[in-house]
């Protein structure tokens, strides 16, 4: 979750996230990047929320 909604601000943390990924031999399912979301109260009135539940609801044991 980031309060700055601008493209640049998640470019750090999804570099980072796709080296953990390939350091743990791991893939990639999908992601919620909650641009925007500076608070909780932000987060709740977001689409994020919603796309985070149904991204884990997609996904197979």
């Given at each position: 979750m980031a309060w700055n909604a601008d493209d640049w601000t998640f470019d750090a943390l999804e570099a980072?996230?796709?080296t953990l990924c390939r350091y743990l031999?791991?893939?990639d399912l999908g992601?919620?990047?909650?641009?925007?979301?500076?608070?909780?109260?932000?987060?709740?009135v977001?689409?994020?929320?919603?796309?985070?539940?149904?991204?884990?609801?997609?996904?197979?044991?």
């Open positions: 980072h996230y796709k031999s791991m893939h992601r919620v990047l909650g641009y925007g979301c500076g608070t909780p109260g932000m987060t709740r977001s689409k994020h929320l919603r796309e985070a539940y149904d991204l884990g609801a997609s996904l197979q044991a």
